[in-house]
């Protein structure tokens, strides 16, 4: 019997992401380090009230969101999704509301940005059953919380993805080095959320450019937005093997990449290949 492990884009056993909110002007340093260590991050937007004239104080620092022009080219490269249009507590809104929260925070980035929005963090990390139902009738794909599990695990519901950690977390670094460190031949995922803010509040960006330096640049590790997680693993779930493992066959519109006993095979969209 063949032994068959799934894998991420290129053959590689591990994936990297990130998630941050609230598109204030902190992102546009944060973008900045990104982008010089070739990170990939999810930023969540609330569209309704993504202006300048929306800001708050923490410590005796101003936080303020960025006007709209622009944010194209600021996150080109990078995935935008929805964080409801003007951040409620969404459980505690009447349906219609939330639903209006939703969907026209989706409807307005899509018209923003050009191309289809379908992620999401939950504002204040609130949500319940009702909520999800709402994201799936919206025609969001998952959605990020703010239950950190200290672990590498891929998401077993989309619609409640828990991520590894806050970057503030005092484990970071001690998770960034078990990750790399990790041989397991089975999928690995770390996930890093916050806020970009946080680090002129707890004056600590050297924290955030380390982290990014020691992550960046290693051939076993997958640098992926959130959708793209979603839809790979998605690609991989439709996979479709013969009963004796000889052939496998690949619906989707995606590459999938498997381990077929010591060897990497990569399963182009659409096709069908024989495994000796």
Aim: charged share 25%.
């Amino acid at each position: 019997m063949k032994r068959i492990t799934k894998l991420w884009p290129g053959g590689k056993p591990k994936a990297f992401t990130l998630s941050y909110d609230d598109g204030v002007e902190q992102d546009r340093r944060l973008v900045e380090i990104f982008n010089k260590y070739k990170l990939k991050a999810t930023f969540n937007l609330n569209s309704g009230i993504q202006h300048e004239g929306s800001f708050w104080v923490d410590k005796g620092i101003m936080i303020r969101r960025m006007n709209p022009e622009g944010l194209e080219a600021l996150y080109e490269g990078h995935e935008i999704a929805v964080h409801s249009l003007t951040h409620p507590v969404l459980p505690d809104l009447p349906r219609e509301l939330a639903r209006a929260e939703i969907l026209e925070d989706k409807r307005n980035l899509e018209q923003k940005f050009g191309y289809l929005v379908t992620g999401m963090a939950y504002p204040y990390g609130a949500y319940n059953a009702a909520t999800i139902g709402l994201l799936k009738a919206c025609g969001l794909e998952y959605a990020r919380t703010v239950n950190q599990h200290l672990k590498f695990n891929l998401p077993e519901n989309p619609y409640e993805w828990h991520p590894t950690c806050h970057h503030n977390d005092p484990e970071l670094m001690n998770l960034t080095e078990a990750f790399l460190a990790d041989g397991s031949p089975s999928l690995s995922l770390f996930y890093v959320w916050g806020h970009s803010y946080e680090f002129d509040v707890q004056n600590n960006w050297e924290r955030i450019e380390e982290f990014s330096q020691r992550i960046s640049s290693r051939d076993e590790v997958w640098y992926a937005t959130n959708i793209e997680i979603i839809h790979y693993l998605e690609a991989c779930g439709k996979l479709r093997f013969s009963v004796d493992c000889n052939l496998v066959y690949n619906p989707s519109a995606l590459a999938v990449w498997i381990m077929v006993d010591d060897t990497v095979v990569e399963v182009p969209p659409g096709s069908t290949l024989q495994m000796q």
